[in-house]
């Protein structure tokens, strides 16, 4: 039987949070990590988590975290554009959707050069 909290506790991560091994992601250690950035996820957050992981499956990492921003905000933006994408996600749609979702950020997913989004 597995142990969920000894798999978590020996989950490789990046120094941004993001998972190394793909294989180790289930929907308890979003909710889990979620629960640690101070979110609780809805069937909002889920639907964008399940696309991030379809869109990662058929087409890979992506050059740019702006394909994926403006992806999700055609998406998900309901005609509000990025607003109602980083209600749900405060830490950033891609980089924290992304984080969430067991997924490597795209490139430029952050910049801390910029400001922070919390």
Not at 4 to 26: C, F, I, R
Not at 81 to 91: D, I, Q, W
Request: charged residues 25%.
């Amino acid at each position: 039987m597995l142990d969920v909290t000894k798999a978590l506790a020996e989950a490789q991560h990046d120094p941004e949070g993001n998972m190394y091994e793909l294989g180790q992601w289930s929907p308890l250690v979003a909710q889990r990590q979620a629960a640690a950035e101070g979110l609780y996820l809805s069937d909002a957050h889920w639907e964008i988590i399940i696309y991030l992981r379809e869109r990662y499956r058929k087409h890979g990492n992506a050059h740019h975290a702006r394909e994926v921003l403006k992806e999700l905000e055609d998406k998900f933006g309901e005609g509000k554009g990025r607003r109602p994408l980083y209600g749900l996600f405060p830490g950033g749609p891609v980089s924290q959707g992304c984080r969430l979702a067991g997924l490597p950020a795209p490139p430029y997913a952050s910049d801390p050069s910029f400001g922070s989004v919390q």
